[in-house]
């Protein structure tokens, strides 16, 4: 089960919420209702976009995205989760563990830089709005969303060959729903300072940058709808970047908590608090992709009137 010096480590075990069973069938039913609910809410919001030209912009290209971002996010990791409710303990093989760690880790790294372009791309709708068709052309937001998939992809590479590199001891049982990279990284029986400094290496360039950039455009944002002496031109122009404002908010506050929480030194302690970082964790890798369509189709009207249209449109083909 575990490597040792004659063996190699084969498979993980996911605990789970194997210590609470009268919680499991509750939390399969929620989370598989949550898992359609991201399927329904982002397919439906890019064919809104890819049907509708007069959505074809740079911010629905970003949003377009995002929601691919989370479908793909989501269906790298729940399928394991529903599995692991299912059963008092779930094995996975450490290949398959490496593969789920890599794509969640991936998907999760880009939508924090995916999530800085789209701040860049409000700011200069709101700070330039006369040069925003010269600035935001196909040939700069095209780049912007394929180098936050490349930065995510290479971030990913980077920590899962790093974790590969290490060696397991017999404890191979991981106290958590899914192979999570600091949940794996504990089961190392070897010095993990590198993983450790590359981990903050990699919190500096997917997760601060982004975050300072954002923080920065915002202010500039800010600055510049105070200026404007309309009430009804301050209201449309902070219409425009309300709903990546508040899918940011969620977005950062929930990886917050997910990470600056105090740690418990007692064993019992420790216990709880992976059960309760787990369930942060799993409420992180669903709440999230699925409030996105549901915030961006309440806070903006472009992508109200053509979900309305598309979906009035359908219930006409039905009723002939």
């Not at 880009?110 to 800085?116: D, H, K, R």
């Not at 974790?163 to 010095?191: G, M, S, W, Y």
């Not at 990546?244 to 740690?263: D, G, N, Q, R, W």
Request: proline share 4%; net charge positive.
């Amino acid at each position: 089960m575990g490597r040792t010096n004659d063996s190699v480590l084969r498979e993980f075990v996911l605990t789970g919420l194997s210590a609470h069973p009268e919680l499991q069938t509750v939390f399969f039913v929620l989370v598989l209702c949550m898992y359609l609910m991201i399927l329904l809410g982002n397919g439906v919001l890019i064919s809104v976009i890819i049907c509708y030209s007069h959505l074809h912009t740079p911010m629905y290209f970003f949003l377009c995205n995002l929601s691919f971002l989370d479908i793909c996010y989501t269906s790298s990791s729940v399928p394991l989760i529903l599995g692991s409710f299912l059963t008092v303990r779930k094995r996975v093989s450490f290949s398959g563990c490496m593969v789920q760690m890599f794509l969640s880790f991936a998907m999760g790294a880009t939508e924090c830089v995916l999530l800085g372009m789209m701040a860049l791309d409000r700011y200069v709708a709101i700070c330039y709005p006369l040069r925003y068709p010269v600035i935001m052309r196909k040939g700069a937001y095209v780049p912007m969303a394929a180098g936050s998939w490349v930065a995510g992809i290479v971030d990913s590479v980077v920590q899962t060959s790093l974790a590969l590199q290490l060696p397991f001891c017999a404890d191979n049982v991981i106290n958590h729903f899914v192979c999570e990279i600091l949940a794996i990284l504990k089961l190392a029986c070897a010095d993990i300072s590198i993983n450790v400094i590359s981990m903050a290496g990699s919190n500096l360039i997917v997760l601060v940058i982004p975050l300072l950039v954002i923080s920065i455009s915002y202010i500039f944002i800010v600055a510049t709808i105070l200026r404007i002496p309309s009430t009804e031109g301050k209201r449309k122009a902070f219409s425009t970047c309300s709903a990546h404002l508040t899918v940011v908010i969620v977005f950062f506050v929930t990886i917050f908590f997910m990470y600056a929480k105090p740690k418990s030194k007692s064993s019992a302690g420790t216990d709880n608090q992976d059960i309760i970082e787990a369930l942060i964790s799993l409420l992180y890798g669903v709440m999230t992709p699925m409030l996105n369509p549901l915030i961006y189709s309440l806070r903006n009207k472009d992508v109200k009137i053509a979900v309305r249209n598309m979906l009035g449109r359908k219930n006409f083909s039905d009723g002939i």
